[in-house]
């Protein structure tokens, strides 16, 4: 590996050790056994360094959406049993201790302050849209539209940054895959007038 490479690895371990704000250049270099110019020269920034690790541990949960049990292929695609299946992987993943969904929490607050960061992030926020649809839809991910990303993808993300607050915030009365479910069937119900 390289120093390009020893950076993002070291930055993803004080990013899962101290997070966001407590992390610095120096802790990355020392966690890499790089230089503080390798840092400025590779990436630019810190910010930019920690915002591209932190992206690449989330792309790193991709497989862990698609669960251990029953194959997602078991499901039809955008099903109401997908949506339950999908969903209650993700939340496992949030249930696991030290999970880093923790940290999109602290870059939420620290958006402001961090506005390279928040930059980075968004525009990788709106590509993690595009990445669930065809978990939860079918499909591939290149096909996905833009219209589609910044319509379906939206929600779905919107939905995920929200558990996150909730499992972050309080693990006990989160809601679970079952909760999420049912709450989908009563808009569905509502839409279709068919609400019991």
């Not at 525009?123 to 290149?142: D, K, T, V, Y």
């Not at 929600?155 to 006990?172: E, S």
Request: a negative charge; one cysteine or more.
């Amino acid at each position: 590996m390289g120093h390009r490479e020893d950076l993002l690895e070291g930055a993803k371990r004080c990013l899962l050790e101290k997070g966001f704000a407590r992390t610095t250049a120096r802790d990355i270099v020392k966690e890499s056994r790089t230089n503080l110019a390798s840092i400025g020269y590779h990436y630019g920034s810190k910010d930019v360094l920690l915002a591209q690790a932190y992206i690449e541990l989330i792309e790193g949960m991709g497989g862990a959406f698609e669960g251990e049990g029953p194959a997602l292929d078991d499901t039809e695609p955008g099903s109401v049993e997908r949506f339950q299946q999908v969903w209650s992987n993700i939340i496992g993943t949030m249930r696991e201790p030290g999970s880093i969904w923790r940290l999109s929490m602290e870059v939420l607050v620290m958006g402001d302050r961090m506005p390279e960061l928040r930059d980075h992030l968004g525009r990788a926020q709106r590509e993690a849209g595009r990445g669930i649809i065809p978990l939860l839809m079918g499909g591939r991910e290149e096909d996905v539209t833009d219209e589609t990303t910044d319509t379906l993808g939206t929600f779905y993300v919107t939905l995920m940054t929200g558990l996150i607050a909730q499992w972050t915030f309080d693990p006990k009365s989160a809601p679970d895959a079952d909760a999420l479910t049912e709450g989908l069937r009563r808009v569905i119900g509502a839409a279709t007038g068919d609400a019991p």
